[in-house]
């Protein structure tokens, strides 16, 4: 999984064999596609990868009638976290988080079932208990995913590896959703685009426990603040639990950092507002980095370790914090506590929420058997914390997930900026509403920002330049309320019902606008 990050290439596509077959498309429905003005309409979208922006992107697509060529690269090429070639692999968590009415996540995902996301449907029909949140069985997920794409006659698949991006192409959308892993090869040619290096940090694998090994005396079920329904399995600790938990912790040896992984802390040019992964992954233009630089992780996803250095109750304010996990044993509040998630629908297995790490795997084992409950557990996958690339958007894209540059070329997904995986869902659907209607000739017209969707895109465009950073969906990327409403209304619960209310009747006059 940490081998050597070396290119490896594979041929070329063919892309004049495919540009001739596009240039037959549009030959044989000239008449069909022709616009107001005369000119040929292309409908054919070429999207590339098959995580969650690519599979909703081109769905979205080919339901408005576009034809769709889906590139996935695996299982030619795979990556350093996927460990299947399936489309719609869930790599770190299940979780698509809150479904609590009147929250951030809750509005993207009203919005997006309302604009008929299809990957967000099936995550609803393969969901398990999660208390208050969205979380699904990842293979089954996967699988539906798989069987919807595979049942839609406008979409081909193509399981080969993209190196070239095709920007003069007039008969060409394309929609770049090849996320955080992008290989190196088509890195660089994003480079070559854009004229600039890219931004990079670290995301996240959370362990897995094969539930049959848990002892289950030692633990309990609970939401917090018994919210939802008692889906999690809490691990609780005493202050002496902890204290041992934290020690072992602060001494376990993590996997040395691989120069691929490594990323400046500061821009490789005074003033430029991008840095780079190394010089494997962005092409031979790239700065070479030292062995010294420090890694910079999002503040979103720090593995358990890196938070812990941050002082000795840090994790108990974080990802092991108690609050309002009553123990049915004590009827108190535990020191500590590491929640359970379950995995899938059989139940067979949970991952450790928030518990990602960089840790070598016999010393996770050594390290999360003291956790109570798990002393004779077994894993079927420990953490890891593996590179993720994204570019600049706020100097590179439009509204509507252009490239400013290029506005035949989208980016969707994480690598244009959003964090997430239904953040990722939301931009793909995003793209492919927008590559269908300039496919037919129209301007494309942006979510509004009123919206949880038109607030991220908003974000991730009009960002200050020098601390964009990726962002998840949060009431603090939407309008804020009038400040005589605020000071009139102090409940913040509240407000939030109000600025929910106000997204989604924003957004659905703009579904009734953009209706075919």
Known sequence: MYGEFAPIFVDEIDSSHLKCRQKLFSSKNSTENRGRRGSVITRRIKIIGGGLAGPEAALQAAKRGCEVDLYEMRPTRSTEAHQTSDFAELV?????????ENTAPWLLKQEMRRAGSILLAEADATAVPAGHALAVDRVEFSKRVADRI???PRITVHREEVTHLHEDDPETITILASGPLTSPALAAELQRLTGSDHLAFYDSISPIVDATTIDMDKVYFAARYDKGTADYINCPFTKEEYDRFLEALSTAEAVPAKEWEQIPSKATEPGAPYMTASSSCVGGGATTIKSSEKLQYFEGCLPIE??????RDTLRF?????VGLTDP????WPYAVVQLRQENLRADSYNLVGFQN?????EQSRVLKLIPGLENATFLRYGQIHRNTYIHAPSLLTETLQLKAHPSIMIAGQLSGVEGYTESIASGMLAGIYAA???DGKAATSAP???ANGSLSHYITHSETKKFQPANITFDLLPPLEEDLRKKIRDKKERHRIQCDRALTAWDHWLNAIAP
């Open 150 to 152: 595979a049942s839609e």
């Open 92 to 100: 770190c968590s299940n979780s698509l988080k809150s479904e609590s």
């Open 329 to 332: 044993k004590t009827g108190r």
């Open 437 to 439: 209607a300039i496919a």
């Open 358 to 362: 960089h840790l070598k795997y016999g």
């Open 449 to 451: 920002r009123l919206s």
């Open 306 to 311: 890196e938070t812990a250095r941050r002082g």
């Open 318 to 322: 974080g990802p092991m914090k108690p």
